[in-house]
């Protein structure tokens, strides 16, 4: 897989996303028209138009969310994680761990854009920034700490950039902006940068 084939199949998904949405707008244009007093059942139509795009994004803003875990942390586990922390900032630049620390997710560029990586999997930015491909990636271990599952998915990344886009499922491809407003307020600077650095990726090129 290259840039070309990751723009192919982010198409792909938008024609597929479009065909889904669209006959729920044509049969709410119909019913209005042949039966206006139908007007109920017009905006119940437009609103499932509405809706399956939004739930395709949340979908997406999903492998960059933090995974829910237990309230209790033990001394153990909070050693571990710190531990993690550190092996992971030994990764990244200063800059990218200040980031990390601030978002959870960790900003990489690569050859096919701006990568935002989290502990479930990462987002892929496009199109000079405007367009986001989220990926999602199971790590095996369950009881890794966070830092751990997103040191993991960088460095796969690193490894075999084109593998990682081929091998992860594709749980979104579409505007930025649809992953931004479901992430909360906090990590949003982090897909910020990695847009960024698909523009500056795009200027280079």
């Known amino acids: 897989m290259d840039a070309a084939r990751v723009r192919r199949r982010g198409a792909l998904w938008t ?16 019913l209005f028209v042949v039966q206006p007093l139908a007007v109920a059942v017009s905006l119940a139509s437009f609103a499932h138009a509405w809706i399956i795009p939004m739930l395709y994004a949340a979908r997406g803003a ?4 933090p995974k829910r875990r237990g309230a209790v942390v033990g001394a153990t586990d909070a050693g571990a994680a710190a ?13 990218t761990r200040d980031l ?13 854009g701006g990568w935002a990586v989290g502990e479930a999997g990462a987002v892929l930015l ?36 084109v593998g990682f886009a081929t091998v992860a499922n594709m749980a979104f491809s579409g505007a930025r902006w649809r992953i931004a407003r479901r992430l909360p307020a906090e990590m949003r600077p982090a897909l910020t940068a990695a847009a960024a650095l698909d523009r500056v990726y795009d200027t280079a090129s």
């Open 15 to 30: 024609l597929t996303t479009f065909a889904h949405v669209v006959p729920f707008v044509a049969a709410g244009v119909v």
């Open 62 to 65: 999903n492998v960059l969310r």
């Open 83 to 95: 531990t993690a922390v550190g092996l992971l900032g030994d990764l990244v630049d200063h800059d």
């Open 100 to 112: 990390y620390a601030q978002t959870g997710l960790v900003v990489e560029r690569g050859a096919l």
């Open 126 to 161: 496009t199109s000079r920034g405007r367009r986001a491909t989220c990926f999602c990636v199971r790590v095996d271990d369950p009881d890794l700490p966070p830092a751990d599952r997103t040191a993991h998915l960088l460095l796969a990344l690193r490894a075999d950039e």
